[in-house]
């Protein structure tokens, strides 16, 4: 990662969470990148960028190369005199998005698995959280008139905030990073394997 992205000296608890960041073991396919963070809502603030890339061949594209599956942004905010609205001292502010086949449009039944599958991997990792909200996006786009030949596109998004309860920070940014993974379509990974630290830039 590149500069940390704080505003003024860090703490030694923002210091902390960043070391966790560093270290959290991402799949590979998922990459990171610090980018400038947010100046007025915290005092301590580190904002990552991360895409879920596969190599085309995996997907059948005979050209080779690399595709983007999924896109989204993870920001940590540190606040030592505890916001009300955070019930804590740190707040985690995310958002995920990735192309859907367009049969899902219609399907009356997504926001509620978008939403379940949040709640899912960070109860898996075992993270302790509150004060959680968020809102599930389904994007439908039709071409018309010169680019109707375009075949209709579902996006989904996935905007959720959340105030970690203990633990490491990185447990939290693995968690979010599954769930970028999920919507990006990759099958989990199998039981047993550890992913290695995630690609950073």
């Known amino acids: 990662m590149g500069n940390r ?12 969470a960043m070391r966790d960041l560093h270290a959290a073991r991402l799949r590979p396919e998922v990459r990171v990148t610090e980018v400038p963070a947010p100046s007025r809502i915290a005092p301590y603030a580190v904002a990552l960028t991360a895409e879920v890339i596969t190599s085309a061949s995996e997907w059948g594209h005979a050209e080779g190369g690399e595709d983007e599956l999924a896109s989204g942004r993870f920001v940590l905010l540190h606040d030592p005199s505890c916001p009300e609205p955070w019930a804590g001292e740190w707040r985690a502010v995310t958002f995920a998005r990735a192309e859907l086949e367009p049969e899902m449009a219609n399907d009356p ?11 899912d991997a960070l109860d898996a990792h075992g993270v302790g959280y509150t004060a959680e909200a968020g809102t599930v996006t389904r994007v439908v786009s039709q071409s018309y008139a010169g680019l109707a030949d375009r075949a209709p596109t579902v996006e989904m998004e996935v905007r959720a905030s959340w105030t970690p309860v203990g633990g490491s920070m990185g ?10 993974c999920t919507i990006a379509g990759l099958p989990p990974l199998p039981e047993g394997v550890i992913p290695l630290p995630g690609q950073r830039r």
């Open 171 to 180: 447990d939290h940014l693995v968690a979010w990073s599954d769930v970028l």
């Open 109 to 119: 039944m997504l926001g509620d698995v978008g939403w379940a599958w949040l709640v």
């Open 5 to 16: 992205g704080t505003i003024g000296s860090p703490s030694q608890a923002f210091a902390d």
